[in-house]
T-cell receptor, first 113, second 111 residues
Framework: ETGVTQTPRHLVMGMTNKKSLKCEQH?????MYWYKQSAKKPLELMFV???????ENNSVPSRFSPECPNSSHLFLHLHTLQPEDSALYLC????????????FGPGTRLLVL | SQQGEEDPQALSIQEGENATMNCSYK?????LQWYRQNSGRGLVHLIL?????REKHSGRLRVTLDTSKKSSSLLITASRAADTASYFC???????????FGTGTRLQVFP
């Protein structure tokens, strides 16, 4: 719909597992973002990539590791997560990094047991 | 912080009625955007209004911006059940290049 896809849509993992979230944008954008959305909290910006270079890391714990192999793909590698990391993880892209319109994927609903 | 805050947190109306949501922010901005989110889905961009604009229309949406009061409103006219969603404002401050989202207004439109 928006040109941004995310897989998987749902993920259940134990605290000792390692998993990865994938995001792909088909819009030719230069910037990509990871957000975390928890219940009753504002959307939290986690990472920003511009032209495949990480330009922002908002004090995110090291158990979250982003990877941007090219301008169309963005990954979030997860390991040894905590139950409080359960949330909706949203990927977005924009033409440029400067605050313009962002296009969001449908999100990955993550449950950490 | 720059964070926008929407008011009210929740709003319930009947189909055909108008829905008004407000957003307040704290610092000078370049522009303000409104997004919509259906339950458990991603956000969808609705409209962007620049700091030098006061009002903007898009279909049944009307957005106003008052930079002196650091506030914006989103009006949805002749609401439909399909408008049921959460609505978020997002601002980008003049001295940063990231969007800051508010906590959202949950709109319920009853048929």
């Amino acid at each position: 719909e928006t040109g941004v896809t995310q897989t998987p849509r749902h993920l259940v993992m134990g605290m000792t597992n390692k998993k990865s979230l994938k995001c792909e944008q088909h819009l030719g954008h230069n910037a990509m973002y990871w957000y975390k959305q928890s219940a009753k909290k504002p959307l939290e910006l986690m990472f920003v990539y511009s032209l495949e270079e990480r330009v922002e890391n908002n004090s995110v714990p090291s158990r979250f590791s982003p990877e941007c192999p090219n301008s169309s793909h963005l990954f979030l590698h997860l390991h040894t997560l905590q139950p409080e990391d359960s949330a909706l993880y949203l990927c977005a892209s924009s033409q440029d990094r400067v605050g313009g319109t962002q296009y969001f994927g449908p999100g990955t609903r993550l449950l950490v047991l | 912080s720059q964070q926008g805050e929407e008011d009210p947190q929740a709003l319930s109306i009947q189909e055909g009625e108008n829905a008004t949501m407000n957003c307040s922010y704290k610092t000078s901005i370049n522009n303000l955007q409104w997004y919509r989110q259906n339950s458990g889905r991603g956000l969808v961009h609705l409209i962007l209004i620049r700091s030098n604009e006061r009002e903007k229309h898009s279909g049944r949406l009307r957005v106003t911006l008052d930079t002196s009061k650091k506030s914006s409103s989103l009006l949805i006219t002749a609401s439909r059940a399909a408008d049921t969603a959460s609505y978020f404002c997002a601002t980008d401050a003049w001295n940063t290049d990231k969007l800051i989202f508010g906590t959202g207004t949950r709109l319920q439109v009853f048929p």
